[in-house]
């Protein structure tokens, strides 16, 4: 299912504000039209005749919205200047699909070797000769009774570090197992990424306007087994910025301005002024 966030503000932007009832319709309409077909924001002018017809809105309710700066001219229509502001690109989105698809893949192949593999060492059992009837009862319950041992910091070298370092402390496990399957260099990836991921959730925290926005800000940081499935210490921190300023009811216009490097933005946006607080 695709779906759309709106920000519980969204009634009071200037922008909005300034349109008419018929525009901010049309515009709801074009973010939702261009989320469903994954445009990035394009809104092609072959389809104003559908939008239109949707929201009963006319071509007076599209010059408002371009003069109130919600669209702008573009050579095949018009564009939603802020929908990549809030919204992942079509790249980005087709790129997790496929790892998702990869790992679905995996765990098939692997599912299906398991069961051959099982099935060979059933049959081969079956070739074996019988046990001697000397065999004791308690030396059976010794033999089959016993179970893999618990993975520890010996089978998963570093997970304690980057777990330590890790913002929700919840589905430890299960965060073991995963981080047991990762390459060495993806272990290194990860602990390297952590603490950035952790001081933007830890300050996304701390400036949460509500206890309501506090929450979104825990609950929309994802469990470990997730983050270490998706890779995300590849994603780009100033999305991560951006993404956890919105949960937290901040807009970090920082990241936006021109004319600053992407640790400078991430710097000011977050507030971390302090020398010892640079990325």
């Known amino acids: 299912m695709t779906w759309i966030k709106l920000d519980v503000g969204f009634f009071e932007d200037s922008k909005v504000l300034a349109v008419s009832p018929g525009a901010r319709l049309l515009f709801i309409a074009s973010l939702l039209h261009a989320k469903h077909q994954m445009s990035d924001g394009l809104i092609p002018a072959s389809t104003l005749g559908l939008l239109h017809y949707r929201t009963g809105s006319t071509d007076l309710a599209i ?69 001697p009837e000397r065999e004791t009862e308690t030396e059976r319950e010794k033999t089959t009774s016993s179970s893999p041992p618990a993975l520890m910091e010996h089978d998963s070298p570093g997970f304690d570090a980057w777990y330590q370092h890790y913002p929700r402390k919840v589905g430890k496990g299960q965060a073991r197992k995963t981080w047991a399957k990762l390459s060495p260099a993806h272990r290194a990836a990860a602990v390297e990424a952590v603490p950035q991921f952790a001081a933007v959730v830890h300050r996304a925290v701390e400036l949460a306007t509500t206890a309501d926005r506090k929450a979104d800000v825990i609950s929309g940081c994802p469990h470990p087994s997730t983050w270490l499935n998706d890779e995300r210490w590849s994603s780009d921190l100033v999305a991560e910025v951006a993404y956890y300023g919105r949960l937290c009811g901040q807009q970090l216009e920082a990241l936006s301005q021109t004319g600053r490097t992407k640790s400078e933005g991430i710097r000011e946006a977050m507030g971390w002024t302090q020398p010892g607080e640079e990325i």
Request: aromatic share 8%; glycine share 4%.
């Open 63 to 131: 010059e408002e919205l371009v003069r109130a700066g919600l669209w702008e001219h573009d050579v095949d229509g018009y564009r939603i200047p802020s929908f990549l502001k809030w919204n992942l690109p079509k790249s980005e989105l087709d790129q997790r699909a496929a790892k998702r698809a990869e790992r679905q893949r995996r765990w098939r192949e692997g599912k299906t070797n398991a069961t051959d593999s099982r099935r060979d060492r059933d049959a081969s059992r079956d070739a074996l000769p019988t046990r």
